[in-house]
């Protein structure tokens, strides 16, 4: 095994086919958790999104968080409905780069491409910061640790991605299971309660506001800024029709219908909880507040009091529940984003060896990039999922917007008559507006980043595009084009004459009838030795030794070939070095491997290729 | 040029030929401090560590250092004068370890390579560490950054170093003779000037002693442990037989000239400061303590005072000249310590390729491994001199020892009569009391690093020594082999029809009848185009197409790869990668190289030989 392949499995771990469990086909209950846990796992946060909002102006507005959630859960359906219309009309998977590349055009493919990338790694950062702020309410004591938690949850998921970990049904199953049963239980036992009294802080608050208030333009600004980041509940439900190939025949079908599942599952919750919230008067916390909970762990506590021994236990498992899905939640976007590139490297706008997906070294520098990415953002924002949320929204709406005006064009395009594609043309207006009062209203704590990172990913596209495109006129062949006829030089590099030569002149002799043996005297000793041995074995083979006054291999190698180049400058130079391949990879270190150091030597000579013809040590 | 060659330009400038700078014969006014600059440099710290174990015991007996300095110089004449035969016997150069493995025998030539090996990083560490103390004794105020600044400057010299700096004559005349002047005009001025009365301290410790206190046991033991610290003066004294190869013709007998010239400067600088030292009643200094200055420059104080204008000259100057002459001390151990190893090397103790010293990789390994390890230590002692010098010493001891008992052994060998070679004998005996001495008294401070670092590298040795002596049994050639005759598949990858790929067609027709060009389609579309383009080109070459379901470049021809080995076992597949070789190094990234990945998949594979077949893009 080579050094590379052991160094590899010690860090990873041994290699297990993953890229064939994609492939089988999905029932309904098994793509639901795999699909839906980015999206159901954005109730842990929304309803505190929109609580954050209102708090900021008054106490007295918190108790609107589930009108918005409701007029959210509206957006919910609208923009689920218009990927239903993609589900049918790409039942093989079309997410958004793909329906605005192919309906709006490449620019705007880009973009969407551009945006999706962004999303993804924000994906990763949102969700593990949730996720640890979910262990953080918990177990208050680990609130000093959110950022290198966050950091090492990162770590343990590359790690975990890098081994390629079979993503079974089961570990998606359990937690998006237990999450959906525990928000659900908790909000239905949550309805039965009596609501408690406003507390104090509250009813000032009120008691501060006019009569009337709610009609105001401030007011109304800031419900649409609750509005908007309420919102970050919309993520992640695009992941069905993006990945509607995995489902069972009759794909379309069984896709559309879990989607639908999964938008109800997601409303529910999304406004129960902040329904729930609302009765009993929960008021957001700040995170470097002692004793830190989030909103949802606040709400848990008030339905099911932590003084009984099953409210324990249903908070302890609520929390756990909430971690894992979100954990599943970040793991997604492992899946996605090297496949996303993919799509965009076969295009020719990322470097085109990601478009071989099914090589390792590939999917594993995409999951590198992710993570380090995702890793840099959770630290710059001090794990505080409310602060890296406002840029995740930005990207999604903006992919949201394009994959919906694809639609509508694409059914403008086809002529599809109808109420339909209005659903997707209205739904993509409300996103793009949504997008840029985001953009604008964040713009300060950090959402600028968002048109900073799109610039920079569009420039990169163009660039990379620019460049394949003149390679392509560059290299093609004319009319005039023929094979060229070659002569063949091969040059032999022997340091000594062992077993292991045997086969390297074996194979330079294959080659051709014009080989030359070549041994650089380091020693004056080896000389004789050499010329004695050679005459048994070479015969046929001219042996030249070089001179090496300075102790040097390379340079009296570079020289000679200099040399036979502008002898015969149109032939080809073949340099065979034989290559000692030790049992342990810690041999490797006791051979000389000249090749590398000659093909930087030789780098720019054209019509020389440098060859290692390998004899396997005992 | 290369990515390689750009990273490392700008990392190391560009290179200059140094290694032809070595081999013009100098003669000795050039010769004298390019070689002495080592033993000369001692005389900064020597007189110091004499007084330092003095102090310990009590002030009363530092007047003791001039005596011991008295008697260390007859040692220095007594050595020099074994390296004087040295000379004459290797006049082209011969170190403690050629000497020793000539004629000691194998096991104690790799002792003295080892022990030379921890002297090179040793005489970085002291050199450095002193040449800053010297710094701060002049610059008070940096005595916060000893370390920082002892790292810094071992980064200096490794860049200098990486680059080739040309070492000419100039750089080392100019601080090595201002030092010898800067020394002895302060020595000669300080023999006129008046003694100053004895201080209070002084004289109160000499009143507690009792008379004839210098007749005990105990006084003995700690005046020979002076005499063992202040032999830290002969370092660097073997220099000159080391390199003798280096000096005009004749060589032995300039050589030799010199060596007289170095130990008579060495002897008069050490004894002359000592003797200064004492006369003006000068105490060593700790380091940490406020307004740190060393034993030579509070001497320098003493006899210039710094309250004239010419006594602040001539302070600062000295001190620059000790900063000087040691940096310029420890970058002799940047030429020497890659030679060593070279010589080690070929000897097989040592990665064989550290033999090909003149390759730039195989020499820029040695100066990194030799700067880590310095810099190393440094830290460890805290940039403390004093500290690092029972190390130094116990190193340097081992090899004069090893150096003069190989003499004595030599002179038996050849029957040489007369007195000289029992001066060598001696020489030993006593080195090698001093490297006891030195090992065991100081073994808490960590000289017990010396015997574990010796010890690990005649581990290293030996092993290495085993594993070539193992290969040369497994690899020699037995009457029976002969050169196998073996037939060539030749197999192309061919992602798409371009110029480039033309000339890798030329290339493998020009190999075989037997070529098969590979296409994986990870694009259905680009099968038809490929089909047709082939016809024009490669009508006599059949072109396979594999299916990649996986979108994997290197699964489907690894498998294809297997396929042919498992059908024709005994012939060679050569596989040719076609490589864009793009004008910008940046543009690389733009390129798969799939060879890379082969290689790695298909390592374990005998007769299977990878090979990129270039092609240049402009």
Redo the contacts between chains.
């Keep these: 095994?080579?050094f590379?392949?052991q160094v590899k499995r010690f860090l990873v771990g041994r290699p297990i086919a993953t890229?064939?469990a994609h492939?089988e086909r999905l029932p309904k209950r098994t793509a639901l958790p795999i699909f839906a846990s980015d999206a159901l796992s954005s109730t842990a946060y929304a309803t505190e999104e929109i609580m954050r909002v209102f708090m900021v102006a008054s106490l007295a507005y918190l108790h609107f968080t589930f009108e918005v959630a409701l007029v959210i859960s509206g957006l919910i359906f609208l923009v689920a409905f218009s990927y239903y219309q993609t589900i049918h009309a790409y039942p093989q998977g079309g997410g958004s780069y793909i329906v605005s590349r192919d309906n709006l055009g490449v620019r705007y493919g880009q973009l969407a491409g551009a945006a999706l990338m962004t999303d993804y790694i924000l994906t990763v950062s949102v969700s593990i910061s949730a996720g640890v702020l979910a262990i953080v309410s918990l177990v208050p004591s680990l609130s000093s640790y959110i950022v290198p938690m966050g950091v090492a949850a990162i770590g343990l998921l590359t790690i975990a991605n890098l081994r390629g970990a079979k993503e079974s049904g089961v570990v998606f199953a359990i937690p998006t299971y237990s999450f959906v049963v525990l928000m659900l239980g908790m909000i239905g036992w949550g309805l039965t309660l009596p609501a408690p009294p406003v507390p104090q802080s509250i009813a000032h608050a009120e008691h501060q506001l006019v009569d009337q208030f709610w009609m105001t333009a401030a007011f109304l600004t800031i419900a649409f800024k609750a509005f908007s980041s309420g919102c970050a509940a919309l993520t992640g439900i695009e992941a069905i029709s993006d990945g509607a190939g995995a489902f069972k025949e009759p794909t379309a079908r069984n896709a559309s219908a879990t989607l639908l599942i999964m938008a109800t599952l997601l409303a529910a919750m999304f406004v129960g909880a902040s329904f729930i919230g609302n009765k009993f008067h929960i008021i957001p916390m700040e995170l470097h507040q002692a004793g830190y909970k989030t909103v949802l762990a606040q709400v848990c506590q008030q339905v099911f009091p932590v003084t009984t021994a099953f409210g324990t236990f249903y908070f302890n498992a609520l929390q756990v529940a909430t971690t894992l899905i979100l954990i599943l939640a970040a793991n997604t976007a492992y899946a996605d984003f090297p496949r996303l590139c993919?799509f965009i490297a076969?295009d020719g706008f990322l470097?085109?060896?990601l478009?071989?997906?099914?090589?390792r070294?590939v999917f594993q520098n995409g999951i590198l990039f992710l993570s380090l990415s995702a890793m840099a953002l959770l630290v710059k924002f001090g794990g505080d999922t409310h602060l890296l949320i406002p840029l995740y929204s930005v990207g999604v709406f903006v992919s949201f917007t394009l994959s919906q005006a694809g639609m509508f064009a694409r059914a403008r395009k086809l002529k599809l008559g109808g109420w339909k594609p209005w659903v997707s043309f209205f739904g993509a207006i409300i996103t793009a507006i949504l997008a840029i009062v985001l953009l604008v209203s964040k713009w300060k704590e950090g959402a600028w980043l968002v048109p900073i990172a799109l610039s920079i990913l569009l420039g990169v596209f163009i660039g990379?595009r620019r460049?394949?495109d003149y390679?392509?006129r560059?290299?093609?062949?004319e009319p005039t084009?023929?094979?060229?006829?070659?002569?063949?030089t091969v040059i032999l590099l022997v340091p000594r004459?062992?077993?292991?030569i045997?086969?390297a002149?074996?194979?330079a002799?294959?080659?051709?009838e014009d080989v030359r043996a070549i041994h650089v005297t380091?020693?004056a000793k080896s000389v004789a030795k050499i010329k004695e041995?050679w005459v048994?074995?070479?015969e046929e083979i001219p042996l030249v030794i070089l001179e090496?006054?300075?102790?040097?291999?390379?340079?009296p190698v570079t020289a000679y070939i200099d040399q036979t180049i502008a002898e015969t400058p149109d032939q080809?130079i073949?340099v065979i070095v034989p290559e000692?391949?030790p049992k342990r990879w810690y041999?490797r270190?006791?051979?000389?491997n000249v090749a590398i150091?000659l093909k930087?030597a030789l780098?720019?000579r054209?019509n020389v290729?440098i060859?290692?013809?390998?004899y396997?040590?005992?």
């Design positions: 095994m080579s590379y392949s890229k064939h492939h993919s076969r470097p085109r060896q478009a071989s997906l099914g090589d070294l990379i460049h394949y390679l392509a560059e290299l093609e062949v084009d023929t094979v060229p006829k070659v002569r063949m004459l062992h077993k292991g045997l086969q002149i074996a194979y002799e294959s080659l051709s380091l020693d041995d048994r074995f070479g090496s006054p300075f102790r040097s291999l390379v340079d080809f073949t000692a391949v041999h270190f006791l051979h000389n150091a930087l780098g720019t054209k290729v060859t290692n013809v390998r396997f040590l005992k």
